[in-house]
């Protein structure tokens, strides 16, 4: 299973996303950043896809995004 | 009383809009965009919901959808923004002051040069007089989808096929048309500026812009938007860089409401029975000594300019006012319109909403038939 985490660059395009990303069915929670980036406080999307996948819908949408990293996670 | 002025703002409201309003104040407490916790973020979702619902509507990407607090500052976002380097702008001889002034005030300060493109009487001469004002160093045109003296529709598409072949920005302004017409980002438009209280029917204090993002919008204004805080640099995207500051929350939910009623009634629907009414008022008078100002051959939007013979417009609005009904006279925020018609002292104008009736507009034509 993988998790993506994706970095936006405001709220409404994280909204966005997730509009557009559970639509295709993945499930997908917008947070805020723990810490706040290089860029101060920003807003991140969770999806439970992988980072190639996600990218190419994102793309697709022309949805912008500021930074893209996933991981293998366990189940 | 009776509300004729619906062009200067729809009233009354659909419930659902007040109930909306005081819903928004009691539980949608929030800063939208700012923190996370949840009272915030059940804002940030209902604006999230009328941004959709405004895209929708218009045939625009959410993203690009800017909340404003009116259309003349929609407007002086779009028409300061674009010409932040200079040029050359072209404004239509109808344009209300909300285009021409901000046209006017950068060019006092030599910051852009503007020309005024006469509305003709066909809409053939109208796109070719703007045609005739493009030079190389043109870098916009703005004119209204439909003036809000006389309501007429302008050759908006026309304008927008001659704007995009020659590479200058089109700013439309929507304040009377949307809701009545079937506008789109797709006519050709680059920047669509409205209102959200008139023909959408949302509440005072919402506007709108949209952009298809083809020509950057400098901003007007800097300030907190909720993202990139750590960079001095105002944020180069939409929405946020044109939405600094805290937005008009309440109003902006309320006005999901207000878009939801003229998807439910339709645009059609809208348009046909208040245009029926504009005839009927038309035809109610005829006979009288009143001056229309309609011509044949253009068409309008649900708004009628009269005025009647050796009856100042003020005195004419003051008197219907004591009988009841409340029209707008003057010169509506728009001289230049009245130097095209002749109209120095100004008009009354007649603008129904989707709230007013035959039988309200018979009750109007007789009331000025039994006073002049």
Redesign the interface.
Known sequence: MYKTFVRM?????A??AK?LLSAKGLRCD???SIK????????YIIVNADEGYVRELLDSY???YTGISGEAVDG | MINFDNAATTFPKPESVSEALSDAVRRYGGNAGRGGHSLTVSTTRKVFDTRQAAADLFGAKLENTVFTFNCTHSLNLAIQGIMSGGGHIIISGIEHNSAARPVYAMAKKKRCTFSIAEAADTDEQTAENFKKLIRRDTKAVVCTIAGNVTGRIMPYKKIAALCKEKNICFIADGAQACGILDIKMSDGINILCTSGHKGLYGPAGTGILISDCKYYIDPLMQGGTGSSAFNLKHPDFLPDSLESGTLNTVGIIALKKGIDFVNKKTISAIYKHEDSLCRRFIKGLEGTDTAIYRKEGLSYVPVVSFNINGVQPEQAAEMLNKHGFCLRAGLHCAPLAHYSLGTEDGTVRFSPSVFNNSSQVDKLVKTIKNIW
């Open positions: 660059p405001s709220v409404t395009h909204m966005s509009k917008i947070k805020r706040a980036s290089k860029n101060g406080c920003s807003h022309s949805i912008p």
